[in-house]
């Protein structure tokens, strides 16, 4: 094992994973607790912080300063609809620091605000740390997964909380993509032939959709992605929690919902209650806690039917981003050959069962491990990156248009959706006015190309001491580089002046 190890990272909403690859091979990374996956659990505690198994195991006690499916709002703006659903449903407290989304914990009387990298960062140092244990040699580089929609501030500071635990992140790759090239690596027997593959990712908080074709086992090209990142497992963990703390306050009378380590209970009770009714064998989920609230104990049952009427608005939500895809390449559904079933939340039968119907039984491919998939995947990736022969060639695709303002408040697009990356584009513009001093470029992330606004603004750069003239005779190139770790960098000139140029500084 060389001293300069680098690992993948699936840094997941509700349980996160490591893997390396040697001996030819992918392989997942245990920890201390026996297991190949952490929660994505952080508890701040005597003034330092916990992460995985004994943060989550120790969520009731301490529930305000417990941390969990930070995912869902890292890289976001405070005011984003998002942030706001989640924090209606936490019990730790998401404030508002200059715009951000940041978490307050308590200690001995004291506030501490961190924000959601820091948190990743946590998670992503444990990972490190079973990793030196494991391989017996320091961990300094890696390779970490993000939903297909992530956007490129999102990116940004997954690869900002990976530097913070102290890690080179050298690559960002789509998680889908990551679970494409485990499947690939597991059949390279069938190296031979060319698939359409449909990546069907759903984990904890996010649903991705890809569909790429492959040629062998190791050649990758992404045709589309789509996806949704506010729907995943904890929405359909949140409809059992709800069931179960209005059939508890109908009999004991309301508080319930109010008691922070109560529902925490409640909330392991309904994760394990889904993950028993995703069992072919058994129809029935018991719910059983002793002195929950006011000494009262729940005593509750759920049938499967029970549990997929409680969610039937949420499985619709499921195939629009299969449909959407499918539609975006060009594809109708027995075009896929196969549809590769990764996270968690695809092992729901009513799940794999709507898939199978939509395609066909025989399309649906489950062989693969969906908790350690996407980690595999990124251990092969990152393993590419750092040595000459590479195992798989990756061309992915940039999940949302980019694209800037134009003085009409329209978004003129500069890279669009689906467009392959690595790229470089380059667009000119002029001044709209007489004598224009100076020059406002907002970049935006959407497809709303008539009202710009409508979409994320994702950085603006400001242009001051342009040449004196009048409008449309001075010229700006504006260029758009979106790299290989599936990063955007920005920069604008005004035209004849080398001077006068400015970068663009991502907006966290």
Sequence with gaps: MPDDVVIGIDLGTTYSCAAVFRNGKAVAIPNAFGTTTIPSYVAYENDTFIAGHEAKDNASANPNN????????IGRRFDEPEVAL???????EVVNTAGKPSIQLTYDGELHTVNPEDISAEILRALKRDAEDFLNTPVERAVITVPANFSAGQKKATQVAGEKAGLKVIGVINEPTA???AYGIENRAKGGERATILVFDFGGGTLDVTILKAQGHNVFKVLTTQGNTQLGGEDFDQRIMEKLVADFEREHGSGLAKNASAMTLVRREAEKGKRTLSTPAVKKARFAIQSLHN?????????REEFENLCSDLYPKVLIPVKEALRSAGLKPSDIHQVVLVGGSSKMLRIQAMLADYFSEEQIFRNINPDEAIAYGAAVFAHSLSEEDSLVEVEDVISSTLGLELDDKSLLAVLKKDTPYPVERRQELCTARDNQKTAVFKIYEGENLKVAAQNKLWATLLLTNIRQAKAGEVTFTVTFNYDVRGMLHADVKEDGNHVNKANIEIQL
């Design 179 to 181: 679970a494409a090239v």
């Design 66 to 73: 417990t941390v969990f499916a930070i995912k869902r709002i």
């Design 86 to 92: 989640n924090r209606s449903r936490w019990p730790f």
């Design 295 to 303: 000494r009262k104990p729940m005593m509750a049952e759920m049938t």
